[in-house]
């Protein structure tokens, strides 16, 4: 009689294990964990004029003259229109037209070397109100020129060295 209830008490406990194993194991068993689908990296969107004041550069009509003044203040602590002449800027000799990023022995960021931006005058216009708007994590440490006209003054400023491929 005693080995009966023994079997019988032996076969409950296992009952018992059997019972938590499956409750345990509904954490393994459940919903597959959702996972965000991978999708393939989409293609960096092609370089285009990025608006990042109201401005139309064709409202402006830049002069040279006040160009020079505004690159005395505001951009020869650091550029140089002299072609081949490198500061803590790159040469500015023939920028308008220019591809980004291409002055040899200057050591550009990354941003600015990949940006593939060309220097049109329009470009030019929209990069000088805000810099690291139009080329984020750019090392060009200056803020912008808020003045339109400025910026227009300026680019017929360096506009005097030429025009890249023309
Ligand atoms: C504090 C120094 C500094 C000042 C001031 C400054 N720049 Fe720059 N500029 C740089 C540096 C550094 C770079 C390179 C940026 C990079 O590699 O991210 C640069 C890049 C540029 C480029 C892109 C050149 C290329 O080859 O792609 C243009 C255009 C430019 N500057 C124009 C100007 C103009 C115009 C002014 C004045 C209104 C000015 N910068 C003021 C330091 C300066």
Redesign the pocket.
């Known amino acids: 009689m005693s080995k009966r209830v023994e079997l019988l008490r032996a076969s409950a406990g296992l009952a018992a294990l059997a019972l938590l194993a499956a409750c345990g194991g509904g954490e393994q068993a459940g919903a597959p964990k959702a996972e965000t689908p991978t999708t393939a990296e989409a293609p960096a969107p092609a370089p285009e004029v990025q608006k990042v004041a109201s401005e139309n550069y064709a409202d402006y009509t830049g002069d040279a003259e006040r160009g020079a003044a ?2 005395r203040t ?2 020869a ?3 140089v229109l002299e072609e081949g002449v490198n500061r ?3 040469s ?1 000799y023939q ?1 308008i037209g ?1 591809t ?4 040899p022995g200057f050591r ?2 990354k ?3 990949e940006s593939g931006i060309v ?1 049109t005058e329009e470009q ?1 216009f929209t ?2 109100a805000n810099p690291q708007a139009v ?1 984020p994590g ?5 803020a912008g ?1 808020p003045d339109p006209q400025e910026r227009a003054d ?1 680019i017929a400023y ?1 506009k005097t060295t030429g025009v890249k491929g023309s």
């Not at 980004?100 to 002055?103: E, I, K, L, S, Y």
């Not at 750019?138 to 200056?142: N, R």
């Open positions: 505004v690159f505001h951009c602590s650091c550029h803590v800027g790159p500015l920028k220019a980004a990023g291409q002055v550009y960021s941003a600015n070397a220097w030019m990069y000088l080329i750019t090392i060009m440490a200056f020129l300026v360096i």
